[in-house]
């Protein structure tokens, strides 16, 4: 199972239990931890700060930061500043935000769909400018920046990652809007859509055709992640590698363990028992 990264999500807890599971991931072998980005919680980057302070190796980033909602400045500084402290290992995932994960309380936040693909496309857009840290004029639909009007002495110190911290999409097969929307980033968190737009169950051969699309019609060639996930709690490591070997097979780079409905004590065992391949 070498040809796949292991990720997981720390659904819960506040900075310093994010920071103290972090060191324990690194400890037992995942090659990243991912948090969860919701209207109003814990906040996801600091968390991930204090996570940089106990770790040296460990990737670091969320699943999902909902971009729409966000001013893609404050996230490029965000994320540049957390590279730099890291020292190159944050990734950074994005959507158009799940409206149960708190919108309902926050009337002034944008749900209509529509509007908020239109700033997830923009806002990628003008991250990939922020990050290169260097002078632009964008006039779009949403987002006015014009950094041709901005003294030097303003500019961040750029991200660690060359050419830019890895951004991560959500991208529903196979709808082509959201494909072409993939073909901008340097990873993408699949999701499968029926003909009727209801969500579907997303198989091996739904990635592989995935990877396909994506392989054809990307023109950048930089690496680029398939993110899967699930749970393996509860499996043996031989048990783990015949979960993902299906998805290794159709081109999955990274699996994301995903334990959102277990006990705080079973993720934690989980997560100390490690990927497969590291006892």
């Not at 997981?8 to 900075?15: K, M, R, S, W, Y």
């Not at 980033?61 to 957390?82: D, F, I, N």
């Not at 209509?112 to 006039?139: C, V």
Request: with cysteine.
């Amino acid at each position: 199972m070498a040809l796949i990264k292991y990720g997981f999500i720390l659904p819960e807890g506040d900075a310093r239990a994010i920071a103290n599971l972090a060191y324990e991931a690194e400890q037992a072998g995942w090659d990243g931890v991912f948090v969860p980005e919701p209207v109003w919680h814990i906040d996801a980057w600091v968390a991930l700060t204090a996570a940089a302070m106990r770790t040296e190796r460990i990737r670091l980033g969320t699943m999902v930061s909902p971009l729409p909602r966000m001013r893609p400045w404050k996230v490029a500084s965000q994320t540049a500043t957390l590279d730099n402290l890291s020292n190159g290992r944050v990734i950074l995932s994005l959507g158009i935000g799940w409206l149960p994960y708190g919108y309902q309380a926050f009337k002034d936040e944008v749900t209509d769909t529509k509007t908020r693909a239109e700033l997830l496309d923009e806002g990628i857009d003008l991250l990939t400018l922020l990050y290169a840290g260097k002078p632009f004029n964008h006039q779009g639909k949403h987002y006015h920046v014009d950094l041709t009007a901005l003294p030097d002495q303003f500019y961040p110190p750029p991200p660690v990652q060359k050419p830019r911290i890895p951004l991560w999409v959500v991208g529903a097969w196979p709808k082509k809007k959201s494909m072409r929307r993939v073909l901008k980033c340097d990873g993408v968190i699949p999701e499968k859509r029926n003909p009727d737009g209801t969500p579907g169950e997303l198989t091996p051969d739904d990635l592989c055709q995935m990877k396909a699309y994506v392989d054809t019609h990307r023109t950048s060639n930089t690496p680029f992640d398939f993110i899967v996930g699930g749970k393996t709690v509860g499996l043996d490591e031989a048990q783990m590698e015949e979960k993902l070997a299906p998805w290794v097979e159709a081109g999955a780079t990274w699996w994301m363990e995903t334990l959102y409905d277990v006990t705080g004590e079973e993720r934690l065992a989980r997560l100390r028992q490690g990927p497969p391949g590291q006892k």
